[in-house]
Nanobody, 121 residues
Framework: VQLVESGGGLVQPGGSLRLSCAAS????????MGWYRQAPGKQRELVATITYGGTTNYADSVRGRFTISRDNAKKLVYLQMNSLKPEDTAVYYC????????????????WGQGTQVTVSS
């Protein structure tokens, strides 16, 4: 199973970016998907999650500015980031709970390699 993020970059404060994450490989089903971030010297933290049915959850620091969405058929998850602030600067990681085969009902977490988001003037 591979998760590949894209869409990071350098943006000025107040700007917007859209992150994408594509899941591929041996996948029978995906439950929750989400975005996490890790700033230098800090622990990885939750940004937003979304269930297969579309229920979302956001960190207080991004609620109202970020929007998570997904395309179940294409195994994609997105993070639309608006009104970006310097404190949003971090490596953003995609996460997915994956069921790999029909023979096992267990879901396991997988992570992408991360994409850098830098908010600076």
């Amino acid at each position: 199973v591979q998760l590949v993020e894209s869409g990071g970059g350098l943006v000025q404060p107040g700007g917007s970016l859209r992150l994408s994450c594509a899941a591929s490989g041996s996948i029978f089903g995906i439950n929750a998907m989400g975005w996490y971030r890790q700033a230098p010297g800090k622990q990885r933290e939750l940004v937003a999650t979304i269930t297969y049915g579309g229920t979302t959850n956001y960190a207080d620091s991004v609620r109202g500015r970020f929007t998570i969405s997904r395309d179940n058929a294409k195994k994609l998850v997105y993070l639309q980031m608006n009104s970006l602030k310097p404190e949003d600067t971090a490596v953003y990681y995609c996460n997915a709970d994956v069921r790999r085969t029909i023979y096992s009902s267990s879901y396991y977490p997988y992570w992408g390699q991360g994409t850098q988001v830098t908010v600076s003037s």
